[in-house]
């Protein structure tokens, strides 16, 4: 079976896929699969996977064109299998929005959040729409870009004149805006694998040495720290797991996702879902699932052939 790697891409997280990317190419060839080609995913992917004879898809792209339901959709029009979640899951997991409201129907705690649009701001002005948000949410809150991974086009607001920079800002990088009650507390992130019957790995603490899990802090060695176990009760940890195969199943995610939460006053809050996370040499995925024995060979060898289960 020929494996194409699938890396790079054209969005604002290139730069961490082409590591990933690396990172799974060597680490298929470790688990002994020796035919396997990288494809820097561009414009002429149709015709560089047919050249190629890929038969499987290893998809290491993050963000806009590769965790958002279209290369799966381009995909299954070619009849090709590919790891992680389909269509319709990562469709609705790149939207902050969408996810929240989710979780919301599903019961699963999350923090309290509005949602603004390019449109709202352009009718309304963006003095009127920071004060109706502020009043919504309140202060400190968090501002979001709705489709951005990796922290990009987020805004911590700490003073309610800040708002309209905030979201100005956010809708530099997506149409609509999520802002969301910020909640302080300890951050936890659930690396969930599997498909029908999914397991919850190890949990993860993360701290920063920035006091925020930035873009810097999540991809310069040193700037971030993954405390496993974290200190948290054991209580609270199998809560959390609980809660995070709920909100991977509920939005139809398969073979890996990553769910994120902060333990405010020992409740856990969901925040989102990210169906294909980092496998750099710095990523919290392959970090739980080394803590739960499973080597990186050993756990690219799994998603490959939860790619392929029927």
């Given amino acids: 079976m020929r494996i194409g790697v699938l890396y790079g891409g054209r969005s ?8 990933s990317g690396e990172a799974v190419y060597q680490a298929l060839k470790s688990a002994g699969y020796n035919d396997v080609v990288k494809i820097d995913v561009g414009y002429d992917l149709v015709e560089e996977l047919k050249s190629q004879k890929v038969e499987l898809a290893f998809l290491v792209l993050h963000g806009k064109y590769g965790e958002d339901g279209t290369i799966q959709g381009l995909l299954e029009m070619l009849n090709i299998p590919y790891t992680g979640s389909g269509v319709l899951a990562s469709a609705l997991a790149i939207s902050k929005i969408a996810t929240k409201k989710v979780f919301k129907m599903e019961g699963i705690p999350t923090p309290a959040f509005t949602v603004i649009t390019k449109r709202e701001v352009e009718t309304h002005g963006l003095h009127t729409v920071a004060t109706k948000v502020v009043a919504e949410v309140g202060i400190p809150s968090v501002v979001k870009a709705n489709t951005q991974g990796s ?32 909640i302080s507390g300890t951050e936890i992130t659930a690396s969930v694998l599997g498909n029908y019957n999914p397991v919850a790995l190890p949990l993860i603490e993360i701290t920063s040495a920035t ?24 209580d609270i940890q199998e809560q959390i797991k609980e809660l995070a195969i709920k909100g991977f199943s509920a939005l139809g995610c398969r073979g890996l996702g990553r769910v994120d939460f902060i333990v405010h006053e020992n409740e856990p809050y969901a925040l989102e879902v990210n169906t294909l996370p980092g496998m750099t040499a710095t990523s919290l995925f392959p970090d739980a699932a080394k803590s739960a024995g499973i080597s990186f060979p050993e756990l690219i060898d799994r998603l490959v052939k939860l790619a392929t289960e029927e």
């Fill in 12 to 19: 604002a997280e290139r730069e961490v896929s082409l590591k």
């Fill in 151 to 182: 922290t990009i086009g987020i805004t911590f607001v700490h003073e309610e004149n800040k708002m309209g920079e905030a979201i100005e800002s956010a809708l530099n990088y997506d149409q609509d805006v999520l802002i969301e009650q910020f």
């Fill in 211 to 234: 006091g925020v899990y930035d873009y810097q802090s999540k991809y310069t060695p040193g700037m971030s720290d993954h405390i496993i176990p974290p200190r948290i009760s054991m």
